[in-house]
């Protein structure tokens, strides 16, 4: 069982930049792969980025260039860094984590998910 909590959400100017975080519990974290998925409203939920548990990192192609995704199994986080952003990027950020190897940009993949945190981006 892993539980995922997200943080560093946020209201932001247009070309600022957040750095979200997605703590998990569980011992065996190192072995998950962790994806970051948006839902603005009115959406449907979208891939954003994913780590595996090799560090191996993939990108929705609109994203790629302006956000990046790391993790540091030592503190059981996956961080997502997020520059240059924009009013479209407005939505709630959720992590989840699989113990799949493949599939990651879908969410169905995924077992585990948190609760979101918000991000709005003004113009």
């Known amino acids: 069982q892993v539980q995922l909590v997200e943080s560093g959400g946020g209201l932001v100017q247009a070309g600022g930049s957040l750095r979200l975080s997605c703590a998990a519990s569980?011992?065996?974290?190192?072995?998950?792969?962790v994806g970051w998925f948006r839902q603005a409203p009115g959406q449907e939920r979208g891939f954003v980025a994913a780590i595996s548990s090799k560090s191996t990192a993939y990108y929705a192609d609109s994203l790629k260039g302006r956000f990046t995704i790391s993790r540091d199994n030592a503190k059981n986080t996956v961080y997502l860094q997020m520059n240059s952003l924009k009013p479209e990027d407005t939505a709630d950020y959720y992590c989840?984590?699989?113990?799949?190897?493949?599939?990651?940009?879908?969410?169905?993949?995924?077992?585990?998910w948190g609760q979101g945190t918000q991000v709005t981006v003004s113009s």
């Open positions: 989840a984590a699989t113990g799949a190897a493949y599939y990651y940009t879908n969410s169905r993949t995924y077992d585990y």
């Open positions: 569980g011992r065996t974290f190192s072995s998950y792969a």
